[in-house]
């Protein structure tokens, strides 16, 4: 009996986890730090962690676990704080974390190499192997289970985290990985005014805006959650306009798997131009209310 | 660049190049603006003295790092790629000590705000008889007392309407002398002379009954003797080379851009880099890059080792001056009208380098003083 | 206080090249250090100069890492020293075997109080080696950190979150990883440079048994999805209709 073990904090990455853990395993194990989604797993634990303590930390509660289950494949969602737990859970088992798969087959896990510039193949030699999965990469797949219900109770490491707050990030409009239209904005918008036909753009086909890394960070003229590309959020959207950003690899990696790539830029050369359906060379203060002018 | 750089020359090459690219290239319209170019060039200055590169050649004494020649060119060159006008101006905050430092009152007060980046300096020379034709300029300057009273003209002042402080070349008692007066002194007045290119503050300077100490003044006749240019003298190389990478970089900063152009630029359905004539076209260009890159880099480094050769200075911005244009001709014409568009920033290389191929001599000055090297008869040296 | 900067030295990406087989081809990829790795060093600078510690930079890899140049450049980017282990069997190892070797150098540099890492690297950008040193030093550590106040014994830092914004309180010693935002990285200056060749640069020979958890099955260029790439002056009679009918039947 082969064994899967799962480990996420969002109910949808667990679910998809779930799914695709079925597809591997024999038995399927979830360790959940949220609600548990329904008929996913034969066994769930779900690990509550204490006020003011780290979910980080839960490495402590769950080494004893993973050794006492000791399942061959261990499925993580990628957020920040399921890399450190990964991460803890594969020093204790002598082995590496292969991180942010994009493919899964026969155990050989396809994922970026240098931001995109390449691609590799790799496979774990380590008799338990663990992964940290994009989502989508078992989009395809049909969770099943009885959830049978496990209790872990709260091990505190020594040296334990304290969290001394915790504020909600205020998401200004739409979830970019799940808007069917994304307008992204890069170096070529100079100000917050400037942004506005963008977001008029994406508010008419209603879908948000993202931007390149420049605006998340020096130019401060975007919020950093909306930064897409290497190190940022991973879109496929319907259709993704790329507006006055050149396209670097770090950026285009970010919406590679986008239905309709429509790039507006003015300058001709831009590299964004060889990665798109279309293009449109002008601009983006006129071209992008042309676009919306015609789309209404 | 040199191929023969040390590690830290290489180190604030590559610096200097990453500042150029992430903070000249997006504003350097900025300085064909004669709205914006001071305060672009001010912020410039800034930036280049908190990376210690005004200082580059200068003694440590005022500041300076004491590097050679060759790590001051490969600097000037990359900033030369984005904005030749910018390279130009950094050769007068970094060429002018040696004549400071002969007033070490100007030196101590100016070297140190000018090397911080606080600071602009301009070197005003060009006088209305023309730049070099010292025996016919009118002496510009009277001695009283324990003071000098500047009376004169000058044309074609780099950075003289945002300078801080200016040295001013005048003919006296026959020979060449050096004042230094700054901004905001009673009886200087100054105006802008639009040009073709290079064109933030070509200026024009009056000076009327201005008032200098003989401490900020210092005898320049080491340089120009009797009306004619001294031939060989110390500053030679390093002002002559420095003024010819800024053609340099100029070349190799379209011809960057040329090729990203081509590489994505399609012709009946083939991007313009994959057909052989123009493939052979810009390799031609290399050539010439590559040519004047030798000589230049070859002159600078016998002049580091003490053993320096005009002839191969002057041949330098020989090449500089004649490669310049139609090199430019060739790379522009083929954006096509995009070229010509002022928009694009394609045009102004070609305009700028007819303004580097007369600063600081002219080629038909140079191949005098090149003839004169040569110990050809009755040869004039007609540039420094 | 001591401050360790664990960073990486790896072919710069600019000039790595696809050859004609779809193979990547390093030969004229220099090494440099690793930029978030920058952004790190940068920070470790910053809080030394506040508090009067001294900045090491540690890193491990394969004997091209014992490059003048680029040493010269870690060392004019903050550091005061530097030490590596620089062995050919260090060549790409995986996050594990990095930090049992980063470990040998910790261990050797007996009390620190804290190590930086960078956000990730920019070959694997796993962002794993930092809770794999943590583990193998037995130190606290917590990644995401836009933010650092050094306090008595402690750390207090904020960490950013897919949806929140955390302010966690970190017992010293601790291993921190933190983001590029956390300061931005300098353009070293003359000085810095000048002052990098003076710097004491360490060179250990290896002493861990290096264990491969991860085989590496290909490396090479992305299948690429290949675009339309129609390509249209916004000017042009009726591309903007073109492209807004293409948007809609997209949808």
């Known amino acids: 009996m082969t064994k899967a073990m799962v480990i996420a904090e969002h109910v949808d990455a667990a679910r998809e986890l779930c799914a695709g853990a079925r597809s591997l395993a024999d038995e399927v194990v979830l360790v959940a730090f949220c609600a548990a989604p329904d008929n996913c797993a034969d066994r769930v634990a779900a690990v509550e962690v204490p006020s003011g303590c780290a979910l980080d930390d839960a490495y402590a509660t769950l080494i004893p676990f993973l050794e006492e289950e000791g399942p061959e494949v261990v499925l993580v969602e990628p957020t920040k704080r399921m890399k450190s737990v990964a991460g803890r859970l594969a020093a204790y088992m002598g082995t590496a974390v292969i991180t942010d798969v994009a493919a899964l087959e026969d155990g050989v896990a396809r994922g970026m190499y240098y931001g995109g510039v390449g691609q590799r193949d790799q496979r774990p030699t380590t008799s338990c192997a663990m992964y940290t999965i994009q989502p989508g990469v078992f989009a395809e797949c049909v969770p099943s289970g009885e959830n049978q219900v496990v209790v872990l109770d709260w091990v505190a490491p020594a040296a334990a985290l304290k969290v001394l707050s915790t504020t909600p990030i205020e998401k200004k409009g739409v979830d970019l990985t799940k808007a069917d239209v994304v307008v992204a904005v890069g170096r070529g918008f100079g100000s917050a005014e400037e942004l506005q036909v963008a977001e008029d753009l994406a508010a008419s086909l209603g879908g948000g805006v993202g931007c390149t890394r420049p605006l998340a960070e020096g130019a401060d003229l975007m919020p950093a959650e909306t930064y897409i590309g290497v190190s940022g959020l991973v879109v496929a959207p319907k259709v993704y306009v790329a507006a006055g950003l050149s396209g670097q690899m770090q950026h285009m990696v970010g919406c590679a798997k986008s239905g309709l790539v429509v790039a507006v830029n003015k300058d001709k050369n831009a590299p964004v131009f060889k990665q798109c359906d279309y293009g449109l060379i002008g601009d983006v203060a006129t071209v992008l209310p042309a676009l919306t002018a015609a789309l209404s | ?384 | ?251």
């Open chain 3, 1 to 251: 206080m001591k401050i360790l900067v664990a960073f990486k030295i790896l072919p710069d990406d600019q000039d790595i090249r696809v050859a004609a087989d779809g193979s990547l081809d390093f030969s004229k990829a220099k090494p440099i250090v690793s930029s978030y790795d920058a952004n790190a060093m940068e920070e470790a600078a910053q809080l030394a100069k506040a508090c009067g510690a001294e900045v090491v930079g540690i890193t491990v890899g394969s004997s091209a890492i014992d490059d003048s140049k680029v040493k010269k450049n870690a060392l004019s980017r903050g550091l005061d020293r530097l030490v590596m282990v620089a062995d050919d069997t260090c060549d790409n190892l995986d996050s594990h075997a990095t930090a049992a070797v980063l470990t040998q150098i910790a261990e050797k540099e007996a009390g620190w109080d804290l190590i930086l890492c960078g956000d990730g690297s920019a070959d694997n950008y796993a962002q794993q080696v930092d809770v794999q040193l943590a583990a193998a030093l037995g130190a606290p550590s917590v990644n995401g950190v836009t933010s650092i106040k050094l306090q008595d014994g402690c750390i207090v830092c904020e960490r950013a979150l897919e949806s929140s914004i955390e302010t966690v309180e970190v017992s010293l010693p601790a291993v921190v990883s933190v983001t590029p935002s956390i300061a931005e990285a300098r353009v070293p200056g003359m000085k810095d440079i000048l002052a990098a060749g003076k710097k004491p640069v360490e060179a250990l020979v290896l002493e861990t048994d290096l264990s491969a958890s991860v085989e590496v099955v290909s490396v090479k260029a992305p299948d690429q999805a290949s675009r339309a790439c129609e390509v249209l002056e916004a000017g042009e009679d009726r591309a903007i209709e073109k492209v807004a009918a293409a948007i809609r039947a997209a949808l």
């Open chain 2, 1 to 384: 660049m040199s191929y023969f750089l040390t590690e830290e020359q290489e180190l604030i090459r590559e610096s200097v190049r990453e500042m150029a690219v992430n903070e000249i290239r997006p504003r350097v319209m900025e300085i064909y603006d004669v709205e914006k170019h001071e305060q672009f060039i001010r912020d410039m200055q800034k930036r280049f003295g908190e990376l210690g590169v005004l200082g580059i050649i200068a003694p440590e004494v005022v500041g300076g790092s004491e590097m050679s020649l060759s790590a001051l060119l490969a600097v000037q060159e990359e900033v030369a790629k984005e904005c030749p006008e910018l390279a130009l101006h950094l050769m007068l905050q970094c060429a002018y000590t040696p004549a400071l430092m002969l007033m070490p009152e100007v030196g101590m007060k100016w070297c140190p705000k000018v090397f911080s980046g606080e600071a602009i300096f301009a070197g005003t020379m060009t006088d209305p008889a023309g730049a070099m034709n010292h025996g016919e300029w009118s002496e510009g300057v009277v001695k009283v007392g324990d003071e000098f009273i500047i009376n004169t003209t000058k044309n074609f002042c780099t950075a003289g309407d945002i300078a801080d402080v200016l040295f001013v070349y005048v003919q006296y008692q026959g020979s060449m002398m050096g004042l230094v007066v700054e901004k905001d002194t009673p009886g200087v007045e100054l105006s802008l002379d639009p040009t073709c290119g290079l064109t933030a503050g070509f200026t024009n300077i009056s000076f009327t009954d201005v008032h200098v100490p003989e401490s900020w003044t210092c005898d320049m006749s080491w340089w120009s003797k009797d009306g004619v240019p001294v031939m060989g003298t110390v500053g030679g190389p390093a002002s002559t080379l420095t003024a010819s990478v800024c053609n340099l970089g100029l070349m190799e900063g379209l011809f960057d851009r040329t090729v990203e152009h081509c590489k994505s630029r399609t012709i009946q359905g083939k991007p313009m880099i994959e057909r052989s004539d123009i493939q052979a076209k810009l390799a031609r260009i290399k050539v010439k890059i590559e040519a004047l890159r030798a000589v230049l880099y070859d002159a600078a480094r016998l002049s580091e080792e003490g053993k320096p050769n005009m002839e191969l200075v002057h041949c330098a911005k020989v090449m500089a001056n004649d490669l310049g244009a139609p090199v430019c001709y060739e790379l522009v014409t083929l954006f096509g009208g995009l070229g010509f568009a002022v928009e694009t920033g394609v045009e102004r290389y070609y305009r700028d380098t007819l303004g580097l191929a007369i600063a600081d001599c002219t080629t038909d000055m140079h191949l005098s003083s090149l003839a004169a090297q040569m110990g050809f008869p009755g040869a004039v040296n007609a540039a420094f």
